[in-house]
C-alpha cells in the first residue's frame, strides 16, 4: 500500500522538492495549505498528483482531519517565531490528534543543539519548538544538513566572484558542512517513508575550508582566487552587534545581522557533525560543492 505523508511548506523551495522526491517514490502527498496561498502554486501541486487542502492553518482539528491515516507529517515550513513557534506547534497537535506517527520539524538547518542561547535567532526559535515538542506523544525526526550548497551562488557572501576572493572569518581551516537543497530533499523523503528513524539525522554533501575554496575555485575558473580575510570570530561577533543596534529590520526573515549570526556559526566550528548519516539510503548520489559549483557555471560568472 503507498505511504500516506503529509506536508506543510509544499509551496516553497525546499518543500516542492522534498514532494518530487515523495512522488518519485510513490507516496501519498497531502499538503496543507494556507488560505492565502498562490493558486498557481496550488495548481502546479495539484498536476504532480498531490492532494492539496487549502485550510484554516490556525484550526487543529481541520487540519487533523486530513492527517488521518499518514504516515509521517512533514513541516517544511519557513518564517518568523509565528511561523516556526506558534504555527508548526498546531500543525504538531494536529499531527497528534490523527495518531500520525511522525513529525519532521522544519529544522534543515546546521546542528544547532550545540549552540548557545541567544547565538542565533532563527535557530533559537527552533529549539523553542524542540523544548515543546519534547515529551509529546509522537516520534520526531531532525534533519540537520548544514547550510544549503545552493546559496553559494546566491545569498551565501562566502564566494565573492567579483573580487576572486574567499570571505573566511577566523580559521581558514575549519571545516564547513554544505548540502544541495535537492540531496536534502531526497533524504527527507525517505526518512519520513522509513518507520524507524531516529531523532537526529545528520547530512553533509561536502566539507570544505576556506582554505579549501580557496584551491577550488582557483582551479575551475583558472582565476586567482585568493583569501580574504578581515578579521576573526571576536570582530565578526562585534560587527553582528553593531548591525543589529544600526539596523534591527526585527521583521525580516533573514535581516543581515542574521546573515551574519550564520556565518559566525559555520566559521567558528561549534556546530561541526560529529557523525555523518549519508550512507542510511543507499540510493542517494550525493553532490560535492565542486560538481554543484560546475553546474552552476560559476567560470562564466
Ligand atoms: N540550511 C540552510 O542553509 C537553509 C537555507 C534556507 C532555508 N532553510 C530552511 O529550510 C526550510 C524551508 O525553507 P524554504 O526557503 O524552502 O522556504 P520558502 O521557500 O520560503 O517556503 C516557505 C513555505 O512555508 C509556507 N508557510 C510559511 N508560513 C506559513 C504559515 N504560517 N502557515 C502555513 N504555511 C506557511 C509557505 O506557504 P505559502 O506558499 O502559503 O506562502 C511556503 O510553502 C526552513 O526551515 C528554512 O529555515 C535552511
Redesign the pocket.
Known sequence: MRKIIVI????????GKIVQALLAKEAEVRA???Y???IK?IKNLEEKGVKVFPLD?NNKLEIAKHCIGAHCFIS????LR???VD?QKIFLDAAIEANVPRFIP?????DFTNLREGQNR?LDWRREFHTYLQNMPIKVTTIF????MD?LVTDMPLVLFKQERILCWGNPNQRIEFTSTFNIAEFTAEAALEDNTPRYLRIAGDTLTCNDFVKLLTEITSNSYKLFRPGGIGLLNFLIQVTRILSPAKDELYPAWQGMQ?MRDMMEGRIIFQKYDNDRYSNIQWTSVKDFLIHEQVDQK
Open positions: 506543510a511548506g509544499a509551496t516553497g523551495n525546499l518543500g496543507i495549505v494556507r492565502s496561498t498562490d502554486k492553518t517544511a515550513l519557513a518564517g509565528e511561523t516556526i504555527s522544519s529544522d534543515y538547518s546546521i532563527n544538513n548544514g547550510p544549503f546559496l550564520y
